[in-house]
Nanobody, 119 residues
Framework: QVQLVESGGGLVQAGDSLRLSCAAAGLTFSNYAMGWFRQAPGKEREFVAAISRSGGSTDYADSMKGRFTISRDNAKNTAYLQMNSLKPEDTGDYYC????????????WGQGTQVTVSS
């Protein structure tokens, strides 16, 4: 059974930093690209960042470039999202997802962790 468990969310002030973690189990982690998505209150879920299986390639939504950094540790079966200079508009539920190499859609999703940024 595949499990993706996010952690690290919380309530912070604008300008603060947070690091989210996504611990994976039940899959061969290094076979999966990993992604982070978020859903703000009343809005659709949006792409945040993605990282290749080896970690050698990353991709970001334009609004996150320069502030967010995605990384992974295949030895720990964990992906991370370092978020700096947080803004109130970064508030939302953050989800990690895993995409098997060679597929287009993300196959597995976590339950999410909540991030609230106060002004």
């Amino acid at each position: 059974q595949v499990q993706l468990v996010e952690s690290g969310g919380g309530l912070v002030q604008a300008g603060d930093s947070l690091r989210l973690s996504c611990a994976a189990a039940g899959l061969t982690f290094s076979n999966y690209a990993m992604g982070w998505f978020r859903q703000a209150p009343g809005k659709e879920r949006e792409f945040v960042a993605a990282i290749s299986r080896s970690g050698g390639s990353t991709d970001y939504a334009d609004s996150m470039k320069g502030r967010f950094t995605i990384s992974r540790d295949n030895a720990k079966n964990t992906a991370y999202l370092q978020m700096n200079s947080l803004k109130p508009e970064d508030t939302g539920d953050y989800y990690c997802a895993a995409r098997l190499s060679g597929t287009v859609a993300f196959n597995y999703w976590g339950q999410g962790t909540q991030v609230t940024v106060s002004s």
